[in-house]
């Protein structure tokens, strides 16, 4: 159980175009879902929580025009990345929180954005 | 944003031996987690702690939550090559709303 997946796993795209990360939890509803990116050899840091039917909160320097979140049923989750630049290009991971029990969190497979 | 601070950064074993690693943190957290990232993967999760001085195992994983809460361990016994990977430790403060905070990583590498 516990099943979290990502799509797509891997995207190319051209600079200026936009991006949409799908996040779903396949075995459990999620109210809550987290988007993280993680740079080389990094650890991970917060993006954003999304919530269910309510805006995102965006970690402190997370542009939110940017990185738009849309969290419209209990199993999806997106984010898009308006604009892309190849600063952007990053491995982004998305986790979705069980909503009884202890409140774990399980993540996503990742998807690999390369923008050029 | 904030980190946890984890030691080693990085360790070379071979394989059947018997693996430590620590997370350290000036904040107190109510839970830890143990999380293990494959190349090009997402975190798996290993070993959830909820109270302090809980022991918890999972197969040849052991993990303890520290008295102070202000840290955590995390143990393999003989290791073998697919324990490869980093290992990333995860601290949630109080309130079922908290976010987690993640460790800053500890790579493991196991030779034959």
């Known amino acids: 159980g516990a099943v979290v997946s990502q799509h797509p796993s891997w995207v190319i795209c051209k600079s200026g175009t936009s991006v949409k990360i799908e996040c779903r939890s396949l075995?459990?509803?999620?109210?809550?879902m987290f988007w993280y990116r993680q740079f080389p050899k990094q650890s991970l840091m917060l993006m954003a929580t999304?919530?269910?039917?309510?805006?995102?909160?965006?970690e402190q320097g997370v542009e939110k025009d940017k990185f738009l979140i849309n969290h419209a049923s209990l199993t999806l989750s997106t984010l898009t990345v308006t604009s892309a630049h190849p600063e952007d290009s990053s491995f982004y991971i998305c986790?979705?929180?069980?909503?009884?029990?202890?409140?774990?969190?399980?993540f996503g497979p990742g998807t690999r954005l390369t923008v050029t | 944003g904030q980190q946890l601070n984890q030691s080693p950064q990085s360790m070379f074993i071979q394989e059947g031996e018997d693996v430590s690693m620590n997370c350290t943190s000036s904040s107190i957290f109510n839970t830890w987690l143990w999380y293990k990232q494959d190349p090009g993967e997402g975190p798996v999760l290993l070993i959830a702690l909820y109270k302090a001085g809980e022991l918890t195992s999972n197969g040849r994983l052991t993990a303890q939550f520290g008295i102070t809460r202000k840290d955590s361990f995390l143990n393999i016994s003989a290791s073998i090559p697919s324990d490869v990977g980093i290992y990333f430790c995860?601290?949630?403060?109080?309130?079922?709303?908290?976010?987690?905070?993640f460790g800053t990583g500890t790579r493991l590498q196991v030779t034959l």
């Open positions: 986790s979705a929180r069980l909503t009884s029990a202890n409140y774990e969190q399980y």
């Open positions: 999304s919530n269910e039917g309510s805006k995102a909160t965006y």
């Open positions: 075995d459990f509803q999620a109210t809550t």
């Open positions: 995860a601290g949630r403060g109080i309130g079922t709303a908290s976010k987690l905070t």
